[in-house]
């Protein structure tokens, strides 16, 4: 079983930053695949970007793609999104996941284990 929790989120000014921070129990994490979904009002829940089990491979949504990184430091159990340039569409709740496979993965049936998100809001 793999817990996670998500932190980091708020209220930014568009054109503003934000770091998520997801940490995670359990020793294997270093052998979990782990991504970022978000999840608008209304709308369905979206992938935003994933890495693998080593970091050596990264994933990203088009709307996110060089504006957002994520990363994981398997030492502390955490995994991390960077979000710079942030724009009024990126307001969503954001989830972590954690997907039983090294590889990466985009859809949300992919991964076996999610937290409960964090409220990030961009104001125009």
């Known amino acids: 079983q793999v817990q996670l929790v998500e932190s980091g989120g708020g209220l930014v000014q568009a054109g503003g930053s934000l770091r998520l921070s997801c940490a995670t129990s359990?020793?294997?994490?270093?052998?979990?695949?782990m991504g970022w979904f978000r999840q608008a009002p209304g709308k369905e829940r979206e992938f935003v970007a994933a890495?693998?089990?080593?970091?050596?491979?990264?994933v990203y949504a088009d709307s996110v793609k060089g504006r957002f990184t994520i990363s994981r430091d398997n030492a502390k159990n955490e995994v991390y999104l960077q979000m710079n340039s942030l724009k009024p569409e990126d307001t969503a709740v954001y989830y972590c996941a954690a997907r039983g496979s090294r590889s990466v993965a985009s859809r949300t049936n992919d991964y076996d284990y999610w937290g409960q998100g964090t409220q990030v809001t961009v104001s125009s």
């Open positions: 890495i693998s089990w080593s970091g050596g491979s990264t």
């Open positions: 359990g020793r294997t994490f270093g052998t979990y695949a």
